[in-house]
């Protein structure tokens, strides 16, 4: 664990065609590839909470990531560095306080695990620092951007004052780009501000519909000229992802579904 002598905060379908229409809940949907996030905490944290309750978490991490203006994954890859994703038994203290992000309490006395009442406030929180006061540097007339991994290492993990911080920068990196995020190994370019939108909203109303997931369905499945008339419509399934690369998957009309069958806020 790591901290400072004054108290801080360390920021340390199945694919089917029969999808039932029902009424959008007003609960946000996660914009980011929650297969591929799936894949990746099955992989290495089989017994995670964030596998088991994904749905709630994911769409905590889309909702506060909206809010303060942060790419949820960033978040999650800092989870999977500190604590694998909640499994770590060295963090057992940490977890028991829905802590899985290694935030930590530091006064002149010395430092512990910040405690949280639930998951959501967790969330809540870690979006908050990472997003206000690293990322956009609101927190302190002192601060300044930390935009790239590397920079929100320097404080949040810093290798000098922990040996165990040397290969952060690296881990929460990798995490990040599993996710379909965009990192870079010397930071330059990294995107970690909020992606922003409906993933699978073709017409741009603010809402994920079938008949969305419909021209998507059709895109996947003609290819060619089918895909860029989606993608000319403003298509914004294809940034869930990362960069575009020009097509479109199962696993990115899964994100639509995920939308459609949970809702995802308009106006966006």
């Known amino acids: 664990m790591r901290g400072k002598v004054r108290r801080v905060w360390k920021v340390s379908c199945v694919f089917s065609l029969f ?19 799936l894949g990746v905490i099955a992989e290495l944290a089989p017994n995670s909470v964030f596998k088991r309750d994904w749905l709630e978490h994911t769409s905590l991490a889309w909702f506060y990531g909206k809010r303060y203006k942060l790419d949820p994954r960033l978040a999650f890859a800092i989870a999977g560095q500190e604590t694998r994703f909640a499994t770590d038994p060295n963090a057992a203290v940490c977890l028991r306080g829905f802590n899985a992000w290694g935030i930590m309490d530091c006064t002149s006395s010395g430092c512990r695990c ?26 302190k007339s002192s601060d300044f951007p930390r935009d790239t991994i590397p920079l929100i290492a320097a404080k949040y993990c810093p290798p000098g004052v922990d040996p165990r911080c040397a290969n952060w920068p690296n881990g929460v990196r990798t995490f990040c780009q599993r ?11 990294d995107w970690l501000t909020w992606f922003g939108g409906c993933c699978i909203d073709c017409n741009g109303d603010g809402y994920p519909t079938i008949s969305d997931a419909l021209v998507a369905v059709n895109a996947l499945l003609g290819g060619g000229e089918a895909t860029q008339f989606c993608l000319s419509l403003d298509y914004k399934l294809e ?3 990362g960069l575009p690369d020009g097509f ?11 939308e459609i069958l949970n809702g995802c806020p308009a106006g966006e």
């Open 19 to 37: 999808i039932v229409g029902r009424a959008l809940s007003a609960a946000a949907a996660p914009c980011f590839p929650v297969p591929q996030f």
């Open 114 to 139: 910040r405690q949280f009442y639930s998951w959501r406030q967790a969330w809540e929180t870690v979006s908050r620092l990472l997003g206000v006061c690293y990322v956009q540097a609101r927190c």
């Open 179 to 189: 996710f379909g995020g965009i990192a870079f190994p010397n930071g330059r370019n």
């Open 239 to 241: 940034p869930g992802f």
């Open 248 to 258: 479109i998957t199962v696993d990115e009309l899964l994100v639509g579904v995920t």
